[in-house]
């Protein structure tokens, strides 16, 4: 066999959240997430979120930067169903699935921290031991197999009680929670982990908004999302000057919702709306946490929303002490730009606008777009300079097991086959990618649904969209295609 393109420390491996897959969400002392108070939804019904007001039950659609009605207070209903409560239990079976992966061969494993498993409401002085504990055990159980853990500090996982009390990041008081739980971690388990993630997909705060009509117009909105965003950019660069720090070792990544885009003519008008697309979307954010302060067309797309920010002297000068050490992104599908009006769209999760014909799209409206992964890691290794990663790629699907517990993927066989293909590329261009994590590496709950039937991993779960089944795994063919990948490091793609 030739010399592999790939480097031969790649970091292969596989990538969940806490909120996803873990369950015992009211186990050894932790607290109430938001995710915590989501309901299940599915591609035509939004998720909720769950509350009392004047002591009566309500619920609203869990969409970003929507919230709770004034007054009330996030409660879960006992009439509703909350698949994050249960997930797949990896609580309990983390040896199980550890043991999996490494029969994988994987070399990392990304997974993230539940905060409220660690500060239960958020606020305290000390930490919850048993919250440490576990985590511990867990990373003690992957270094037995010399799996390396790639640890995402914030995955969409707020504390309920200080979401609720600074409105969602919109008080600079969540920075200094937000540090010292960072600061803990770094502390804790320094020996066990090296590799770090400040806050998973940062840019979806302004990402989801123009992906949802009710925004359109609403200064208020923005004005609540780039202000999340500024206080999460000092809070990220203030724990990564923590963690250089503590042990000078780490290494420290953002997180980007890493979507293409392109123009859908060559029309100026569209080639302009698609750069200021990139600029929004993409760059701001990268910018901020790569190249330690904020961009020039920044101000424009303050301007636009008539946003104003509470920014400080020092907010500046943390961003520039607390570049990252990494660029991490996702990537699962890309888009198209228009000013035209156009009858051809794509509406499902998460996704909306024109659709591109070139591409072909899932069932949830996601496009499969290879080129699109190769191009995205051209333009950032290019415009940051620092060593990349892919944290989560993969494909959802409807998967139907076997009488005799076979699940035929060859589906997803062939979408992660592309995409490898797509970064050996990159590769050959010069680019500096060091790991690629699959997405779900076992089935997990959908985010964006709640779904367990919106399925990614190389392992079946028996778990249905009721909360159904035995949580028993299962061995997909993608299980034995995925170990052939990392056995030959990236170069038997058959």
Known sequence: MNESVFPKDFLWGGATAANQIE????????????????????????????????????????????????????????????????????????????????????????????????????????????????????FEELKKYNIEPLVTISHYEDPLYLSEKYHDWQDRKMIDEYVKYATVLFKEYKGLVKYWLTFNEINSAVLMLNMFSQHAGDDSAFQHAYQKLHYQFVAS?????????????????????????????????????????????????????????????????WNEHNVHLDITDQDLADLKAGKVDMYTFSYYMSTVVTTHEVKDTVGGNFSAGAKNSYLKYSEWGWSTDPEGLQYYLELMNDRYHLPLMVVENGLGAVDKMTADHKVHDDYRIDYLRQHISAMKDAIKDGV????????????????????????YGFIYVDRDDQGNGSLKRYKKDSFDWYKKIIASNGEDLD
């Open 237 to 301: 660069a203030r724990a990564v000057k923590a963690a250089h720090e503590i042990y000078p070792n780490y290494m420290v990544g953002n997180m980007i919702c890493g979507i293409v885009s392109y123009p859908l003519t060559p029309d100026p008008k569209d080639i302009l709306a698609c750069r200021h697309s990139w600029e929004q979307n993409i760059y701001y954010c990268g910018d901020v946490q790569a190249l330690g302060e904020y961009p020039s067309f920044a101000k424009r797309l």
């Open 432 to 455: 500096n990618l060091i790991g690629y994590t699959t997405w779900g590496c076992i089935d997990l709950v959908s985010a964006g649904t709640g779904q367990m039937s919106k399925r």
């Open 23 to 138: 369950g015992g969400y009211n186990e050894d002392g932790k607290g109430l997430s938001v995710t915590d108070i989501t309901t299940a939804g599915s591609l035509k019904h939004p998720r909720m979120l769950t509350y009392t007001l004047n002591g009566k039950p309500g619920k609203t659609p869990a969409l970003p930067g929507a919230g709770l009605p004034e007054g009330a207070v996030g409660a879960i209903d006992p009439n509703e169903y909350y698949p994050n409560h249960v997930a797949i239990d990896f609580y309990h079976h983390y040896k199980e699935d550890i043991k999996l992966f490494a029969e994988m061969g994987f070399k990392t494993f990304r997974l993230s921290i539940a905060w409220t498993r660690i500060f239960p409401k958020g606020d305290e002085k000390e930490p919850n031991q048993a919250g440490l504990d576990f985590y511990r055990r867990v």
